[in-house]
Nanobody, 119 residues
Framework: QVQLVESGGGLVQAGGSLRLSCSAS????????MAWYRQAPGNQRDLVAE???????NYAGSVKDRFTISRDIPKNAVYLQMNSLQPEDTAAYYC?????????????WGQGTQVTVSS
């Protein structure tokens, strides 16, 4: 019914930048909060940044001064601009969203996009 699809991951040298994109498709009424999570092998999936419909944001302390989350409500999309990337940022990055369908409010995950930062 609803899908989240991420793009923009890749291999980058330390100090470089990447911009991740995530868009929702399918049948739904609206999208609530959206967020980016990341997970390295053997680790938990941790929150990187989140954003409400009104534009309020919250960041993990390790990325607050380097990453910027934004969204485009008409496009059903959320973005993550990542600057000054470091090897510790290497992980699979996942899009997450609360999506209001006709009857249900459901939390969805994207398939993930790999970000690898070399030193």
């Amino acid at each position: 019914q609803v899908q989240l699809v991420e793009s923009g991951g890749g291999l980058v040298q330390a100090g470089g930048s990447l911009r991740l994109s995530c868009s929702a498709s399918g049948r739904f009424v609206s999208i609530g909060n959206m967020a980016w999570y990341r997970q390295a092998p053997g680790n938990q999936r941790d929150l990187v940044a989140e954003i409400t419909r009104s534009g309020r944001t919250n960041y993990a302390g390790s990325v607050k001064d380097r990453f910027t989350i934004s969204r485009d409500i008409p496009k059903n999309a959320v973005y993550l601009q990542m600057n000054s990337l470091q090897p510790e940022d290497t992980a699979a990055y996942y899009c997450n969203a609360d999506i209001q369908e006709y009857r249900f409010l459901t939390n969805y995950w994207g398939q993930g996009t790999q970000v690898t930062v070399s030193s």
